[in-house]
């Protein structure tokens, strides 16, 4: 396969029309397919099944979790939390389903009440500003947007966010936090390194209430090799004073029943003690319930990791697939390139700038619902228009296959139409 940079015009005009028939015979065979969001797919939900109908002791620790009362949710449960994050008991709290509802409750805390070291409630200042290395979770810009603050994109590079540009960001007192997703990022799969931990652990920030939003969101989600640790942000910022600065989250979303599950957050205990005076006046409990039930199913870090190889076993193929079809069918033609991450839910592609949102308009008109295109930048702004995130986790092998020869037929005519400025 000759690269599409290296064609003649003729050659280019040749290749326009040869795919473009292709892409309209490949709309004939009527794709339905969504893979728009980081599902588990049935195949994985299938592992947890038991938790629907096991019997188990409510009664833990000398409390019954059928009835009201524990505020930070079971022992036991933080304890398991605490144990998978390498955190003390005293800093973790156990919530509902969903690690989002704590990382939004956290921001509308801050909002309506300050942070643990504001001067007033952030609802009072004139303006806040919020730091998003991008590509990067749409659903925590939203966060930030719904409180209309004024979202900063940090770039990403393969250690993690650009940290120059954030030591900059944060002289200005505007600027109240960092969204970080520091392991498998979303949707690069990149680890943060340690260089770029100990730059974040050590900032200090002219907002003396400044949030290290640290959302651990796939801390145990191998799929190819094994387990790899990851660094105690709590020691870390402790050592230079800033113990109090970061938030970590975490979830057994993509370990059990996203639906389901249990989440937690972890502070200083100075912040959790905030936190909990706040909470008490929202609410009397999460579920203790469903917290117990996972207890007594993933028992701890350990017997989690080696439940989540059940999932490695389902999601690597998969990744496999997609990477294997675009290291074959695109990497030859030069117009394109992309992560190929080792856990996490998402492989993260950079097509030619200028080419995603149309790459994405053509999968829909094929029946094949991607990410939008932008999703993963602050306002839905991808200024060069070249990121598209890749799910492969939800739909079967075979449809995955399906997908990806339409992505891929997709791919090859927007970046024709560019080259032969259609």
């Not at 930030?144 to 540009?165: A, N, R, V, Y």
């Not at 949707?187 to 290290?212: E, H, N």
């Not at 990121?387 to 939800?394: E, G, H, K, Q, V």
Request: proline share 5%.
């Amino acid at each position: 396969m000759k690269s599409y940079l290296q064609m003649t015009a003729q050659e280019l005009d040749l290749e326009y029309s040869s795919v473009r028939k292709e892409y309209e015979e490949i709309k004939k065979a009527g794709m339905k397919l969504d893979m728009s969001r980081g599902k588990p797919s049935k195949a994985q939900l299938d592992l947890s099944n038991e938790l629907l109908n096991m019997p188990f002791d409510y009664m833990s620790e000398g409390v019954d979790c059928r009835n009201y009362g524990i505020l930070d949710g079971m022992v036991e449960c933080r304890r398991m939390f605490a144990d998978i994050l390498g955190v003390r008991l005293e800093q973790v709290f156990a919530g509902g389903s969903s690690s989002l509802t704590l990382m939004y409750d956290t921001i509308a805390k801050a909002y309506t009440h300050g942070m643990l070291h504001s001067e007033k409630p952030w609802a009072k200042l004139d303006k806040v500003k919020f730091l998003c290395p991008c590509p990067g979770y749409d659903r925590h810009f939203t966060i930030s947007k719904s409180f209309g603050m004024e979202l900063i994109p940090i770039p990403m590079t393969d250690e993690g966010p650009d940290m120059d540009m954030v030591e900059e960001y944060i002289k200005d007192a505007d600027v109240k936090g960092i969204w970080c997703v520091p392991k498998y990022s979303n949707p690069d799969g990149i680890i943060y390194s340690d260089k770029v931990i100990d730059r974040l652990a050590s900032m200090k920030p002219a907002a003396k209430d400044f949030i290290l939003m640290w959302d651990n969101a796939y801390c145990v989600h191998e799929f190819d090799g094994e387990f790899v640790p990851f660094k105690n942000i709590f020691d870390e910022c402790a050592k230079y004073g800033n113990e109090d600065m970061p938030f970590e989250f975490a979830s057994t979303s993509k370990i059990t029943l996203p639906g389901a599950g249990v989440a937690c957050f972890a502070a200083s205990e100075a912040n959790m003690a905030y936190m909990k005076k706040l909470l008490g006046a929202q609410l009397i409990s999460y579920d203790k319930v469903n917290q117990t039930r996972h207890v007594r199913f993933l028992k701890d870090r350990a017997n989690v990791i080696e439940f989540m190889k059940k999932h490695a076993a389902i999601m690597k193929p998969k990744f496999d697939a997609v990477v294997n079809t675009l290291n074959e069918r695109i990497a030859p033609l030069g117009i394109a390139r992309w992560h190929n991450p080792k856990g996490g839910y998402f492989v993260s592609l950079y097509a030619m700038n200028g080419c995603a949102k149309r790459i994405h308009a053509l999968c829909k008109e094929a029946g094949l619902i991607m990410t939008n295109a932008g999703a993963t930048y602050p306002e839905g702004n991808d200024p060069n228009d070249s990121n598209l995130r890749i799910a492969p986790s939800f739909p079967t092998e075979a449809e995955l296959k399906s997908a990806m020869d339409v992505f891929c037929i997709c791919l090859r005519l927007a970046a024709l139409e560019k080259l032969t400025a259609r």
